[in-house]
């Protein structure tokens, strides 16, 4: 797959791209942007210092002034992007990817993210052309900067009260271990804490369950109430219970809205296609106005503008704040949750107790099917569900297909990001579950002639 993706660029340093490749990225990206003043950011990769050095002498080339704010989380790019008013940013992660790999987050004026629709397919189209623009006859300066304490001023009005809260928070060797004290204090037991490109301890990416092994161990063993659990560039969050149960991120939607909800009852809450019913009936219970969204940042951030939404998540572990520039901060998305659960612990509620509501139906998560030939197989589920189980009650196509029934639902789409076809079902209980599950995993292996 190409290293420029739907939501932003991202693949395997040497093999996807290389410091080449950066630099005419950084060449090119003043062009397209419209850009002269631009923030650059970086996680703790180990090659994340070297591709900062080809984008930055690419940006400079181009006769751009650029602000490097260093070792930072993604949503800290947000933030100052936003704060202080740059023509565009760009962060330098691949996030929860393998530590070999790197890539870059791009956003225009205001923090408004740059995908391959917007911004990112014109951007490979120059890239790959073979030309470079004329160079800058004045080299434009760059210049270091800081926001950890303004970041930290700004989140520091949702710290809430976690007085007797036994917390567990993993770091995951990623960059939210530069705030993670200053946010939790020195109550909670920390894990993995220290940046370290080399994710010696386990993969930066906790939507796969067994990263958060560890986690789930230091809650149960410590009989813990909460662990939190950071992906690598602190733009995602995921939770545990006190059972030490991994809690899929979509179930936690209605309480990170709980408290925009209580100040402008009946706003609008988004959440993407693959959002549990469950939820989308519970924030319909507390007054939201639900509304369905594509999958993925570049598309969630425009919808919180397009829709005034007061806040959205998705089943990724993004949480979206129009307070925050309508961006995805894993570390504001946390303290909200953990005030919620403290608050539930001093009515002597658990945290599982707390969301049960939104678990009511049995869901598969998403699963992901590697197929050779994605459309096709894409295609085959979509036969095979109206063949066995007839026209379904609503069917919404925006990201591929989600198709509602009475007793069940099912999304089925393409990856923006890997070679997937991603499927993910939820009926009343277990049992038709596993039924239709089996039906629709088989009609996409059928089609691979398994």
């Known amino acids: 797959m190409s290293f420029f993706k739907a939501y932003d660029m991202r693949g395997e340093f040497g093999k996807d791209f290389d410091l080449g490749t950066v630099y005419r990225i950084g060449r090119w990206l003043p062009t397209v942007l419209g850009a002269r003043r631009v923030l650059v950011g970086h996680d703790a990769r180990l090659s994340s210092e070297a591709v900062r050095d080809a984008l930055l002498e690419g940006l400079t080339a181009s ?54 629709d917007t911004g990112l397919a014109e951007l490979e189209r120059r890239v790959l052309g073979g030309g470079l623009p004329e ?15 303004a970041f930290l001023e700004w989140l520091k009005p949702y710290r809430p009260d976690l007085t007797g809260l036994r917390v567990a928070v993993d770091c995951s060797d990623g960059v939210a271990g530069l705030l993670a004290r200053d946010l939790f204090g020195e109550g909670p037991v920390y894990l993995n804490e220290v940046p370290d490109g ?40 995921m939770f545990v219970d006190e059972r030490g149960a991994f809690i899929q991120p979509d179930y936690l939607i209605p309480l990170v809205a709980r408290r925009f909800l209580a100040r402008e009852p009946g706003a609008a809450v988004i959440h993407d296609i693959r959002t549990s019913r469950g939820v989308i009936e519970s924030l319909r219970s507390e007054g939201a106005r639900t509304v369905m969204g594509k999958v993925g ?12 939404a007061v806040c959205g998540g998705e089943l990724a572990g993004h ?20 005030g919620e659960v403290a608050a539930a612990r001093r009515r002597g509620q658990a945290f599982s107790g707390l969301v049960a509501p939104f678990m009511r139906y049995a869901n598969s998560g998403e699963r992901n099917l590697r197929v050779a030939d994605r459309a096709a197989a894409l295609a085959s589920v979509l036969a095979a569900a109206e063949a066995r189980y007839g026209e379904p009650g609503a069917r919404y196509g925006f990201d591929g297909v989600r198709c509602e029934y ?23 209980d277990d049992t ?13 292996q059928a089609r691979e002639g398994r």
């Open 297 to 308: 940042h570049a598309f969630a951030k425009v919808a919180l503008r397009e829709t005034g």
């Open 198 to 237: 080399n994710f010696p301890n386990h993969a930066p990416n906790p939507l796969e369950v067994e990263n958060c092994a560890p986690l789930m161990a230091a809650v149960r063993d410590g009989g813990l109430d909460v662990g939190v659990i950071f992906d690598g560039d602190a733009d995602r969050v």
């Open 63 to 116: 006769g751009c002034d650029v602000d490097d704010l260093g070792l930072a989380t993604t949503p800290m790019v947000y933030f100052m992007t936003a704060r202080d008013g740059y023509d565009a940013s760009v962060q330098i992660t691949a996030s929860h990817n393998p530590a070999s790999h790197n890539g870059m987050k791009v956003s225009r004026a205001g923090a408004v993210p740059v995908g391959y």
């Open 432 to 444: 038709l579950l596993a039924e239709r599950l089996a039906v629709l995993e088989g009609a996409a």
């Open 406 to 428: 009475a007793d069940w639902w099912f999304n089925v789409r393409v990856s923006n990001t890997e070679p997937y076809l991603r499927l993910i079902v939820e009926a009343c």
């Open 319 to 338: 949480y979206y704040f129009r307070d925050f520039f309508c961006c995805d901060s894993g570390e504001l998305a946390a303290l909200l949750v953990l």
């Open 135 to 149: 160079a800058a006859a004045v080299p434009g300066a760059v210049r270091p900067v800081r926001c950890r304490e």
